[in-house]
C-alpha cells in the first residue's frame, strides 16, 4: 500500500509549524534524484518548492505511481511549483564516485531553483536519504523521504 496524499502534505506541515516565524511565510524545498540505482548513465535531482495551495491525493513516491498519474502529476507540478533540475553526467559520477556526483546533482538542483526563483529563500530544505554536505541552507536528510514528504515526492516525480 502506498503513503499518499494527506499525510505527505501533513508530514510537511510540520515543519512549518516546528519551525515558523509568525513574521514570515515559511520556505520548504524537497530535494529528491533518479538515475542513483542503474548500472550507467547520469545523475538527476530535482528541488522543488509547492506553493500553499498546492494539493494533490495522488501524489506519493513516484516509483508507486503508475505512469498515466505520474505524467498527469509532472504537468501539474511543473505548472504550479517552483522547481530546478541538476544532472551530473556519467563521465562525472565516474570519477567522483555515485554518492558524491549524486550530492553535486542535488546542489545543482537547488542553486538552479533559487536562481530561476530569486524570491524563494529555503528556511529548510529536506533530502531523500543521506545529508548532503556544505548545502548552504538548513537541512533534515529523511530516509525514503519520497514516501513521507509531499515536497520530496513532488521532486521524485519531476
Same mark, same amino acid.
Given at each position: 500500500m502506498r503513503r499518499a496524499g494527506k499525510p505527505l502534505f501533513q508530514f510537511d506541515a510540520r515543519f512549518s509549524r516546528v519551525n515558523r516565524d509568525a513574521s514570515k511565510k515559511f520556505t520548504?524545498?524537497?530535494i529528491d534524484e533518479a538515475g542513483r540505482g542503474p548500472w550507467a548513465g547520469p545523475v538527476v535531482a530535482s528541488a522543488v518548492c509547492l506553493p500553499p495551495d498546492f494539493f494533490d491525493?495522488?501524489? +506519493?513516491?513516484?516509483k508507486l505511481l503508475s505512469p498515466k498519474i505520474r505524467d498527469r502529476l509532472h504537468d501539474k507540478?511543473?505548472?504550479?511549483? $517552483?522547481f530546478g533540475i541538476g544532472v551530473i553526467e556519467v563521465e562525472s559520477v565516474d570519477t567522483l564516485n555515485i554518492?558524491?556526483?549524486?550530492h553535486c546533482a542535488m546542489k545543482n538542483a537547488l542553486l538552479n531553483l533559487v536562481r530561476k526563483h530569486? +524570491?524563494?529563500s529555503?528556511?529548510?530544505v529536506i533530502v531523500d536519504g543521506r545529508p548532503v554536505p556544505e548545502m548552504g541552507f538548513a537541512?533534515? $536528510?529523511i530516509v525514503k523521504g519520497d514516501r513521507h514528504s509531499a515536497a520530496i515526492a513532488a521532486a521524485s516525480v519531476l
Amino acid at each position: 500500500m502506498r503513503r499518499a496524499g494527506k499525510p505527505l502534505f501533513q508530514f510537511d506541515a510540520r515543519f512549518s509549524r516546528v519551525n515558523r516565524d509568525a513574521s514570515k511565510k515559511f520556505t520548504l524545498v524537497g530535494i529528491d534524484e533518479a538515475g542513483r540505482g542503474p548500472w550507467a548513465g547520469p545523475v538527476v535531482a530535482s528541488a522543488v518548492c509547492l506553493p500553499p495551495d498546492f494539493f494533490d491525493s495522488d501524489l +506519493a513516491d513516484s516509483k508507486l505511481l503508475s505512469p498515466k498519474i505520474r505524467d498527469r502529476l509532472h504537468d501539474k507540478i511543473i505548472a504550479s511549483a $517552483s522547481f530546478g533540475i541538476g544532472v551530473i553526467e556519467v563521465e562525472s559520477v565516474d570519477t567522483l564516485n555515485i554518492l558524491r556526483a549524486t550530492h553535486c546533482a542535488m546542489k545543482n538542483a537547488l542553486l538552479n531553483l533559487v536562481r530561476k526563483h530569486p +524570491a524563494i529563500s529555503p528556511d529548510l530544505v529536506i533530502v531523500d536519504g543521506r545529508p548532503v554536505p556544505e548545502m548552504g541552507f538548513a537541512q533534515k $536528510s529523511i530516509v525514503k523521504g519520497d514516501r513521507h514528504s509531499a515536497a520530496i515526492a513532488a521532486a521524485s516525480v519531476l
